[in-house]
C-alpha cells in the first residue's frame, strides 16, 4: 500500500500508527492479545523506521507470559521515575506550570469533543497518541511540543533495556528530527531532571477556569499519576 503525503503535516498513515502505538503503551491487560494480533496487522502497512521497532516489540511481547509483561510494565512506568509517560512532567516537573500544561491539554480535547475519565491525565503519551490518531493535526502538533521529552523517555528505556524503548523508537520516527535546540532541551534534561517545586499531589483546577485567568498565588496541586487501566 502507497501512502498519501501530506506536505508540512502529518502523513496520511499517521493515524495508524499514533494508535498502534497507544495500544501498546496501554497497561497489558486481558485484552492485550488481541492489540497485539491488531499491531501485527497494522505494522505491515507503515513505512519501515516506524514498522519495524513495532515489530520487534511485538515480537518480544508475544513471547512473555502476561503475569511478566504486566510486571515489568508497572517496574518500569510505576517504579521508575525517570520512565515517566507523562510528557508535561518533563517540561515541568512537579510545579504550578505543569498544572495550566495539563488544563490547556484537557480544554484542547474538549474543543475537538473530547472527555476523559476523572482520574485519567490528559499527558499519559498513550492518551496523547490516542488523540493525536482521532485528530492528526492538532495531535502532530502537541508530540512535535513534547518532542524532547519523549526523546528522554525514549533514551531512559533504551538504558533501561527496556522492551518498550523500541515503542518510543516507533513513535520517534513519525516526529521531525531533533532540532539544536531540543538537543540542547534534551542534554539539560537529562543532566538536570525536570524543573523542582515543592507541591503536593492533589486535583488540579477544573476544567471551567482559564490559565489566564488565575490570580491566586498558592501552589498549584498535581494528582498522582494513574495508569489508565493499570493496577492502582
Known sequence: MKWRKSPG????????????QSLLLAYPDADHPARLALARR?????????????????TDAGRTPADDLAAAYVATFDHRKRCCPYLTYYGHGDTRKRGLALLRLK???AAAGWRL????????????????????????????????????LRLALVEDGSRWAA??????????????????AVARLAAEGP??????????????????????????????????????
Open 167 to 184: 515503542v518510543l523508537t516507533s513513535v520517534a520516527a513519525t516526529l521531525p528530527a531533533l532540532k539544536g535546540d531540543e538537543r540542547a
Open 195 to 232: 524543573p523542582e517545586e515543592e507541591v503536593g499531589l492533589a486535583p488540579y483546577p477544573p476544567a471551567a477556569s482559564s490559565p489566564s485567568s488565575s490570580s491566586s498565588s498558592a501552589p498549584l496541586f498535581l494528582p498522582d499519576p494513574v495508569f489508565p487501566g493499570g493496577p492502582r
Open 107 to 109: 480544554q484542547t480535547y
Open 42 to 58: 497494522v505494522a505491515d502497512t507503515l513505512p519501515d523506521p516506524v514498522a519495524e521497532p513495532l515489530r520487534a516489540f511485538l
Open 117 to 152: 475519565a476523572d482520574d485519567e491525565l490528559p499527558d499519559h503519551l498513550a492518551v496523547v497518541l490516542e488523540f493525536a490518531a482521532a485528530e492528526p493535526a492538532t495531535g502532530h502538533r502537541l508530540l512535535t511540543e513534547h518532542r524532547a521529552g519523549l526523546e528522554l
Open 9 to 20: 503535516g502529518p502523513r496520511s498513515w499517521h493515524p495508524h500508527a499514533w494508535q498502534t
